[in-house]
């Protein structure tokens, strides 16, 4: 079964400090995988797209890795603000469908001031 | 900016009511969805529309429907809320990014529905 898995499910951090989001999929064969930042009552922003053969992407203080191999892929932010505090959501999605999604349930990340 | 604007924030309904829930975007794309979020889950998408019309079913349309009369506007039917549809309701527009040709969803700001 197709699945995304996000660890850990919620994260507090300190202003300024850097923290590592993980996300596991078991879905095949694999066409791509993004991270989205959801803003409380707010819709998903993009953040990045990795195809296979991409093994690391930055925007900005994010930066995403993707191991195609183990399935893995995370979301590093560095020297993290307050406007960081959101939940962040890993998508994969695979060959047979660029339509349908499979979409984590998302880290929840509060910056403390 | 590609705008995805839905028309209601909050609702609040009750049982057996017919609910309408519309979603209009401003930048020409030809793909549009509805997912509905709930705590602890990811999206659930519900029904996709790839052109004016023509529509597809998702994960979990039972209970829904919808219509794309024009290709700026996606609506979501409710035929008889019931209480197991509370949710989150996000509408999202794409168009293929450029170098992966993935699907680049654009959100709106969801409706939160809270049927009683």
């Not at chain 2, 996709?48 to 506007?73: A, C």
Request: proline letters at 3%; charged letters at 20%.
């Amino acid at each position: 079964k197709n699945q995304v898995e996000q660890s850990p499910q919620s994260l507090i951090i300190l202003e300024g400090k850097n923290c590592t989001l993980q996300c596991n999929y078991t879905v095949s064969p694999f066409s791509n995988l993004r991270w989205y930042k959801q803003d409380t009552g707010r819709g998903p922003v993009s953040l990045t797209i990795m195809t296979f053969s991409e093994n690391t992407k930055s925007n900005g203080r994010y930066t995403a890795t993707l191991d195609a191999d183990t399935k893995q892929s995370s979301l590093h932010i560095t020297a993290s603000q307050l406007s960081d505090s959101a939940s962040y959501i890993c998508v994969v999605s695979g060959v047979e469908s660029n339509y349908q999604l499979i979409w984590g349930a998302g880290t929840k990340l509060i910056i403390k001031p | 900016d590609v705008k995805v604007t839905q028309s209601s924030r909050y609702l609040v309904k009750r049982t057996g009511e017919k609910v309408f829930l519309e979603c209009v975007q401003d930048m020409d794309h030809e793909n549009m969805f509805w997912y509905r979020q709930d705590p602890g889950l990811g999206l659930r998408l519900i029904y996709f529309s790839y052109d004016v019309k023509m529509k597809e079913k998702g994960d979990i349309p039972e209970g829904y429907s919808v219509s794309r009369e024009k290709k700026e506007r996606f609506s979501l039917i409710l035929e008889s809320a019931s209480t197991n549809q509370t949710s989150m309701y996000l509408c999202a527009s794409s168009l293929p990014d450029v170098r992966s040709g993935a699907n680049v969803l654009t959100f709106g700001a969801g409706s939160r529905l809270t049927v009683l």
